[in-house]
């Protein structure tokens, strides 16, 4: 059965003092995580290592990088390799959000790149799409997203594909208050489902979970975790809040 995950994407975000408490107010509320229900917390990477230490006891709780370089190591001044993440105990990375794009310029096959260095480093990609506004107004948000999908990750075997996550991101919803609908969050997360099924067989799209991130909230997300293929969501905003985070954590 594939997995349902509510990730906390903190952004550049939060000190270490304010992050400390988050985590410890996160891991304090008590809540019972179902078998296949995981947690991830993607602070900023000075405190990936201490965030590891606040999580340790709590198995369902999972550390993530927020991007990881397209090269394995070298004279990359101010850059993080996959293997340095691994190293500081990070299970997921992730790759390909919308804002990395926008102001870091990466390319789909940069991100290939990312994604074959993040899977050999034993780490679970959280790989980011999504449409602008302008893409959705014209309708053509599945061409969009179907060439993000193969340009940056149809080049791994199924086997590969197994240890991926994908976020579907809408860019026109994150951070603006503007919510995808249900409706429009399923036909997208059924839509990937699809793509990845007719490349890798039907097996394959049932066993990929496909998060949904852009304003999520605890308002919104029992209606947007019930849609069948929607298999949690990526937080930005409301997982800064432990109350809120763990509202949608709770929404399943
Ligand atoms: P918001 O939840 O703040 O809209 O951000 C979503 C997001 O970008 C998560 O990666």
Redesign the pocket.
Known sequence: MRKKIV?A?W?MNLTLAQGEQLVNDIVNAGIKLAEDQVVVIAPPFPYLLKVKQLIRNYPGICLAAQNCYSEKSGAYTGEISAEMLQSVGADYV?LG???RREYFHETNAQLAKKIDLALANGLQPIF?CGEPLEVRKAETQNAYVAQQLQESLFHLDAAALKNVVI?Y?PIW????GLTASAQQAQDMHAFIRAQIAEKYGREAALGISILY?????PSNARELFACADVDGG??????LIAADFTAIIQSF
């Open positions: 990730a994407n952004k992730i959000h919308s804002e980011c976020a991101e919803a994150i951070g603006t991130g852009g304003s999520a909230k990526l937080i930005g905003g409301a997982s």
